[in-house]
């Protein structure tokens, strides 16, 4: 080095001229100095343009001699590879909404073609009344009956055993609850005049009988059919029926055997004299198909005072669970679970009225038995048996009971819906049963 030489900067202050002109590019227009030593030649910098081709050339090799970090290259990496995971996982979920949305089609077209169709009801039958309250209502007529081979084979010895069951389902245009309403079998009515049914063969003859005074609600079943129900049922309540299930208790022990079992409560121990003993304790009691037919069967349980409250009580309680299950993801979600359930349920069920829509929507709202959207009542009576046999009902309390489901109002004994507790918290509304029947008899 010289002596008089001014020693050279350090090596900070050395610049690159790529660097430099990148670093003073905001002074695009004006020619940029650069100087190594003090005494070597100046070189002149073009101005450079930030628009311009060579800037971004600059800058993109600037950017190239950038060293990439170990984070950085791995973040990279992730992130494509997410990309992919999202592009495949977009890809199988398309695929499986389309053959599910297929499936779903298919099996609502071979379910609504095997229903057995069955002519019972009239929705223009002029005991409806206040006809305008009830648009949007949906009004299903649930008969479970029994053939007498079918339950002597289940009851050895027992000829002629039979249990029937007559539930009105009431669900409001709004859908925000749903209301069961059980009819004693032997409620004494005034049949109408009905065609003959023959149960066998699910066929109505020319024939058409007399009406009666005085007899049992399960009489207009076994002369008349679901026609004969359906009428007598709506002059008892004014409602329109839109929808009739029936349902053979035969079916019910493939039904439950298809979706693996269901559990319901015994409130104590379930003995009865022709079925044996059912449950031995309180508590959750487990059915499989044949045990749930003896448990919607029995008739003559010990410590009921009445055989027809406690067994409608059981019968609500079994329907509700199995509807339950049915709706489930444990059932809904495996193929050959849901198989097995709909062939048993279209072997076992007929009527008009209960396409798919219209059956999940019955099942859909008695899914909701856990939450207190739905109330299982019994249609009001004395809780006595008369001279005759027969329950008698007490018609202010069923015209009221029935009045309210019409304008779709407090049921007798009920709390206004929506009611604040004094916590603040909203509260459900619920019936008072005994409000709607006296007597002594289980509900």
């Avoid at 245009?173 to 005034?190: G, I, M, N």
């Avoid at 049915?326 to 050959?336: E, F, Q, R």
């Amino acid at each position: 080095m010289p002596p008089n030489a001014d020693p050279p900067p350090p090596a900070r202050q050395r610049e690159r001229p790529i660097a430099a002109a990148l670093a003073r590019s905001n002074n695009a227009r004006a020619s940029t100095t650069t100087r190594e030593w003090r005494n070597t030649e100046t070189q002149q910098i073009p101005a450079i343009e930030p628009d311009t081709a060579a800037s971004k050339q600059i800058k993109v090799r600037y950017d190239e001699e950038k060293p990439a970090t170990r984070l950085r290259e791995k973040r990279l990496r992730l992130d494509q590879r997410a990309a992919q995971l999202t592009k495949a996982t977009v890809g199988v979920l398309a695929l499986i909404v389309f053959l599910a949305t297929g499936g779903a089609w298919s099996m609502k077209t071979w379910y609504d073609s095997t229903l057995e169709e069955i002519a019972a009801l009239d929705v223009n039958s002029a005991d409806i009344k206040d006809a305008p309250a009830q648009l949007g209502d949906e009004n299903f007529l649930i008969v479970g009956s029994d053939t007498r081979a079918g339950a002597a084979r289940e009851v050895p010895g027992v000829q002629g055993a039979r249990s029937d069951a007559v539930m009105l389902a009431h669900i409001p245009e709004d859908r925000d609850r749903a209301v069961v309403v059980s009819f004693p079998r032997d409620l004494e009515v005034t049949r109408p005049a009905c065609q003959r049914w023959d149960a066998s063969t699910r066929q109505y003859s020319e024939e058409v009988v007399p009406g009666a005074q005085r007899v049992k609600l399960n009489t207009a079943y076994a002369v008349g059919g679901p026609r004969c129900v359906t009428t007598l049922v709506q002059q008892l309540s004014g409602m329109r029926m839109n929808h009739f299930v029936g349902i053979d208790f035969q079916g019910f022990k493939s039904m439950v055997d298809a979706v693996g079992g269901v559990t319901v409560k015994a409130n104590g121990p379930i003995v009865d004299q022709e079925m044996g003993t059912i449950a031995t304790k309180a508590g959750p009691l487990p059915l499989d198909g044949t045990k749930a037919l003896r448990f919607v069967r029995a008739r003559k349980v010990e410590g009921d005072l009445t055989s027809d409250y406690g067994r409608m009580g059981r019968q609500q309680q079994f329907i509700g669970a199995l509807l339950r299950k049915a709706m489930s993801n444990d059932v809904l979600t495996n193929p050959s679970k849901l198989t097995s359930f709909v062939n048993a349920f279209t072997a076992a069920t007929y009527g008009e009225n209960i396409g798919v829509d219209d059956m999940l929507t019955l099942a859909q709202s008695m899914r909701g038995l856990d939450t207190g959207s739905i109330q299982f009542l019994t249609l009001p009576t004395t809780g006595y048996s008369n001279e005759r046999g027969n329950e008698v009902m007490m018609r202010e309390r069923t015209d009221m009971l029935f009045q309210a489901l019409i304008n779709d109002t407090p049921l007798p004994g009920e709390e206004p819906a929506n009611k604040q507790d004094n916590g603040g918290q909203e509260t459900t509304a619920r019936a008072d049963d005994s409000t709607l029947r006296q007597g002594t008899g289980n509900p």
